[in-house]
């Protein structure tokens, strides 16, 4: 979006024109400090995944908070976020293609001129073939290569166990590339409603990750770091004494979804921060009609929550939601509406309007770009 709409900043948040995505900027604030303090007290490093946000501006304030850097899935979004000034970036996806894997290799290089780093993830030997023939005469160890198991999410992924210790073998026959450890990522697990779900799933996956660790160090391969983890089970990979990096991404903005969970105690708490903003444009005896529908929020986790209100949200359509309930708001009502999966619903908008002092009396303060907003290759 090349005309961002800065005439905002400074103006209260009645002259947001709906719908529109909207950041509390004070709770995601809350948010941030509560992750950053968790991962320093826990002595864990923190790579949050940037795909949530897609934004430069967030990835660098999760940066300055004392995450490493930041995950991301795709290779543009890697080269969005190097453009606003991301320097350590982590695609924890496969690329197979040989003319991304050649965008890979130039955005290796023109990372580490800046004294940045890039990282990749692999599953099979001939992606680590064409990662090789991409970096061809490049520099020693430029690029870190993460080698990834299957711990249940039944996605990507090696069998844990033996199946990684070929692929770290041919890793360490091409100088450029660099084994930097095991991505094992359990993102099903996050989503397990029950406490007990969750802590069984990731003893498991701790389990997996200790047998593929024993594994390549029979083989004489030490295991530098294995890095995982979401925001609905990141305590528990941070207490399961095989995990050294936390990617949480969603603890953030905090979405319907996530909200659904339920409670870890011993977690931190984390506020929703992120919203639509929606008005009310017809109404009749039995439901109320707002203009955000599926243009405005993602559903593949379901429908969004009506924020501060005794109100249920139903399918309209594109363009409206329909409000069911006792107290219904009259024509023209502002609706603040809780995503069900903040990730897609943040890719459907340009920008995200930054709010301080809260959804009622607040200002705008800040119109954060959604800079890797449709970056799917």
């Known amino acids: 979006m090349k005309n961002l709409p800065t005439a905002l900043v400074g103006q209260p948040v009645d002259a947001i024109d709906t719908p529109a995505l909207v950041i509390d900027l004070d709770a995601m604030e809350r948010n941030l400090t509560a992750m950053a303090a968790f991962a320093k007290q826990h002595g864990m490093r923190l790579r949050p995944h940037a795909k949530m946000h897609k934004s430069a501006v967030l990835a660098k304030l999760q940066i300055a908070a004392g995450a490493v850097g930041v995950c991301v899935q795709k290779t543009a979004e890697a080269e969005a976020l190097a453009a606003g000034g991301v320097h350590n970036i982590y695609i924890s996806n496969e690329v197979i293609d040989p003319a991304k894997l050649a965008r890979v290799a130039a955005l290796a290089q023109q990372l580490a001129a800046l004294g940045g780093r890039l990282a990749i993830a692999v599953d099979s030997l001939q992606g680590v073939q064409r990662l090789a023939a991409a970096f061809s005469g490049m520099a020693p160890g430029l690029i870190d290569v993460l080698v990834e198991i299957d711990v249940g999410q039944g996605r990507c992924g090696l069998p844990p166990g033996a199946a990684a210790v070929p692929l770290v073998q041919a890793i360490a026959r091409h100088a450029p590339l660099q084994f930097a450890g095991l991505q094992a990522y359990h993102g099903r697990a996050q989503h397990f409603r029950t406490l007990a779900e969750r802590r069984a799933a990731i003893e498991q996956v701790g389990q997996d990750v200790r ?26 990979e941070a207490a399961s004494g095989v995990y050294g990096e936390l990617q949480a991404g969603s603890y953030l903005f905090m979405d319907r979804d996530y909200a659904s969970n ?78 069900g999966h903040c990730d897609p619903t943040v890719n459907l908008h340009g920008v995200m309007i930054g709010v301080r002092g809260g959804l009622r009396q607040g200002v705008v303060e800040q119109i954060v770009r959604v800079d890797a907003r449709g970056a799917l290759t």
Do not use: M
């Open 262 to 339: 339920e409670p870890d105690p011993a977690q931190p708490r984390f506020e929703h921060a992120l919203f639509v903003k929606s008005q009310v444009i017809s109404r009749c005896a039995s439901h109320a009609v707002v203009d955000a529908g599926h243009k405005s929020h993602a559903i593949d986790s379901g429908l969004p929550a009506v924020h501060g209100l005794a109100l249920s949200y139903g399918n309209g359509g594109d363009e409206h939601g329909i409000l069911t309930g006792d107290a219904l708001p009259e024509l023209g009502d502002t609706v603040w509406l809780i995503p």
């Open 211 to 236: 047998r593929t660790v024993a594994a390549l160090q029979a083989a004489g391969h030490a295991v530098p770091l294995v890095t995982g983890a979401g925001s609905g089970t990141f305590l528990l």
